[in-house]
Nanobody, 115 residues
Framework: QVQLVESGGGLVQAGGSLRLSCAAS????????MGWYRQAPGKQRELVAL???????TYADSVKGRFTISRDNAKNTVYAQMNSLKPEDTAVYYC?????????WGQGTQVTVSS
């Protein structure tokens, strides 16, 4: 089965940066989109950023101008460059890969931004 391995989460001060990576264990066929979601305590999971097969991107209003999503298809990897982090960004971040067949999810990685 396809496994998504996330890395790059951790602790950072407000205003700092983190780069999240999510690597698929194998090439995913029928790719349509890859993205990052997050869920903070007591809140619903929300879309953070999405990049589709044509490399167009979508961002949540709360992260526009601060986060950048990108992918490296040769490495089966999607990234989230997160700059100017705010305490409100604290959440568990989940990687997602969507195909025409199904979607795959990572286990989640904790991002904590201190004030």
């Amino acid at each position: 089965q396809v496994q998504l391995v996330e890395s790059g989460g951790g602790l950072v001060q407000a205003g700092g940066s983190l780069r999240l990576s999510c690597a698929a264990s194998e090439t995913v066929f029928g790719f349509t989109a890859m993205g990052w979601y997050r869920q903070a305590p007591g809140k619903q999971r929300e879309l953070v950023a999405l990049i589709n097969s044509g490399d167009s991107t979508t961002y949540a209003d709360s992260v526009k101008g601060r986060f950048t999503i990108s992918r490296d298809n040769a490495k089966n990897t999607v990234y989230a460059q997160m700059n100017s982090l705010k305490p409100e960004d604290t959440a568990v971040y989940y990687c997602m890969v969507r195909t025409i067949f199904r979607s795959y999810w990572g286990q989640g990685t904790q991002v904590t931004v201190s004030s």
